[in-house]
């Protein structure tokens, strides 16, 4: 009789536990969650001429390890800096300069960073040129409109560098907080010029044309990357990051217009 009640315990439900039927459990089948697979989410604070390339990395990394996100942070590598170590919760960090990435360093938030490529500038004006923009000289001119990154900025940085080293004095109509916004007032036709990384003019598609100058080269920002040393998900921010510096991900980078480090 005792065994015909159990027989129909588990007839009625094998998810149920059954203690009284010899001390024996069933469980239902595990669940993604339940197996130990539970989905990671990487977390990456990244600077913001790198959002096409990240990307398509982060996809790129998604597809090599199902139920894993790559979530981005894209913006001014200044203000990300700044976003850690007051407590942001990231995995992983890339700069657009040694001295953003050297705030988080100090701070005891990461270790060891890996420079992963460089980037220069270019002068950007609209596809039709109206001021007539081909030299950093230009953009003294009182009369060009002429935007660039806040000096905080890494893209600000190198820009104070590159007129510097031409001898050239500008007056911007205004100062932006990443390269992207800098870029966009171009893109708009609501500056004449501005000094933006050459990757960001490859990446407009033609809205905007880039000018070489020969003072860019004093001024070239190497792009550190680190795994961040309270990363919530440690074990794939290191696998990202691996990819970043991989062939996969120089290749990825150097089509985009950066160069090798």
């Known amino acids: 009789m005792r065994r015909l009640t159990c027989a129909l315990a588990l007839a009625v439900t094998v998810t149920a536990t059954v203690t009284a039927c010899g001390g024996t459990t069933a469980t239902p089948s595990a669940s993604p969650a339940s197996s130990g697979t539970a989905a990671a989410t990487v977390t990456v604070f990244a600077a913001a001429s790198l959002t096409g390339t990240f990307t ?10 199902p139920g894993t996100t790559v979530r981005f942070n894209f913006g001014s590598s200044a203000t990300l800096a700044q976003q850690i170590t007051e407590g942001a919760p990231a995995d992983v960090f890339a700069a657009a300069s040694p001295a ?3 705030t988080v360093t100090d701070a005891g938030l990461a270790a060891a960073p890996a420079t992963f490529v460089r980037n220069k500038l270019q002068i950007a004006v609209p596809a039709e040129n109206p001021a007539k923009v081909e030299s950093l000289k230009d953009l003294a001119d009182p009369e060009v409109k002429v935007a660039l990154c806040a ?21 911007p109509v205004t100062l932006e907080q990443d390269v992207k916004a800098t870029l966009t007032k171009v893109e708009l036709g609501e500056v004449d010029a501005a000094l933006v990384y050459r990757t960001d003019v490859i990446a407009s598609g033609g809205k905007v044309k880039g000018i070489d100058f020969p003072e860019a080269e ?13 990363a919530p998900a440690g074990a794939q921010a290191k696998r990202f990051v691996d990819l970043v ?7 990825v980078l150097t089509k985009a217009g950066f160069e090798g480090p």
Not at 151 to 171: N, R
Not at 221 to 229: E, H, Q, R, W
Not at 245 to 251: A, E, H, V
């Open 151 to 171: 000096q905080q900025v890494p893209c600000g940085a190198a820009a104070i560098k590159a007129l510097g080293a031409a001898g050239v004095k500008v007056t």
């Open 100 to 102: 953003t990435m050297k």
């Open 56 to 65: 398509e990395l982060g996809k790129t990394f998604e597809a090599a390890n």
């Open 245 to 251: 510096l991989s062939p996969q991900g120089r290749d």
């Open 218 to 230: 004093q001024a070239i920002n190497d792009y550190p990357i680190a795994v961040l040393g309270k």
